[in-house]
């Protein structure tokens, strides 16, 4: 089946760029995820891109594919304590019908003063 | 707010209960999944509704069990309640296609004791 790897925790100093890296072993071709859990809430679709892209950027977001690494990664620039959440990375299911995700468990970002 | 409305958003039982938690998609989405989040699981699919039919199931415990109404709202049943059953249960919504990912609820955190 799909499996979805990321890191658990990720720190990095306020100001800083944090990178929360994503691998995963099987994907249909449509969009991929990426959402952001703040503490005692849901998850909320942070940013996505389609399969046939390499790089997305949205004001402070920078999504990167690599598709041939199976690789997806999320760069925040000048990070701030707002930041602080936990970050998941989603991809359509192999075989999961047309909107089937499969999540990673979730990269902690922690960020220091 | 998501637009997902999920209710109780606290709920405590004890061991042997049964409860049952409900979740109202967003306008027009169609798709209903039901996700149980746990600190040492992550966020586990358990299992996916589309307009009224079982479509796609997880890691759904015998013990649990759902459903989709002609309203489109959902119930998730859970009995002979466990203490290793309490989580987070959120539950998500997209549309017919699921391109631009799932919508989540805020949850349900249930308290098993």
């Known amino acids: 089946g799909e499996d979805v790897e990321q890191s658990l925790f990720l720190s990095v100093r306020e100001g800083d760029s944090s990178v929360i890296n994503c691998t995963y072993t099987d994907s249909s071709s449509t969009y991929l995820y990426w959402y952001k859990q703040e503490p005692g809430a849901g998850l909320q679709l942070l940013t996505y891109i389609f399969s046939n892209m390499d790089m997305k950027q949205d004001q402070r977001l920078t999504v990167l594919l690599n598709k041939k690494d199976k690789h997806l990664s999320l760069r925040i620039a000048d990070t701030q304590t707002g930041d602080s959440a936990i970050y998941f990375c989603a991809v359509p299911t192999l075989g999961g019908g047309a909107d089937g995700l499969t999540f990673g468990k979730g990269t902690h970002l922690i960020i220091q003063p | 707010d998501s637009g997902v409305t999920q209710t109780p958003k606290h709920l405590i039982t004890a061991t042997g209960q049964r409860v049952t938690l409900r979740c109202s998609p967003r306008?027009?989405?169609?798709?209903v999944y039901w996700y149980q989040q746990s600190l040492d699981q992550g966020l586990q699919f358990l299992i996916q509704?589309?307009?009224?039919?079982?479509?796609a199931k997880g890691n759904i415990l015998e013990r649990f069990s759902a459903q989709q109404f002609p309203d489109l709202h959902s119930e998730l049943n859970l009995s002979s309640l466990e203490l290793g059953d309490s989580a987070l249960y959120f539950c998500a919504s997209s549309g017919p296609a699921g391109n631009y990912g799932y919508t989540f609820g805020s949850g349900t955190r249930l308290t098993v004791v």
């Open positions: 509704y589309y307009n009224g039919e079982e479509r």
């Open positions: 306008s027009g989405d169609l798709s």
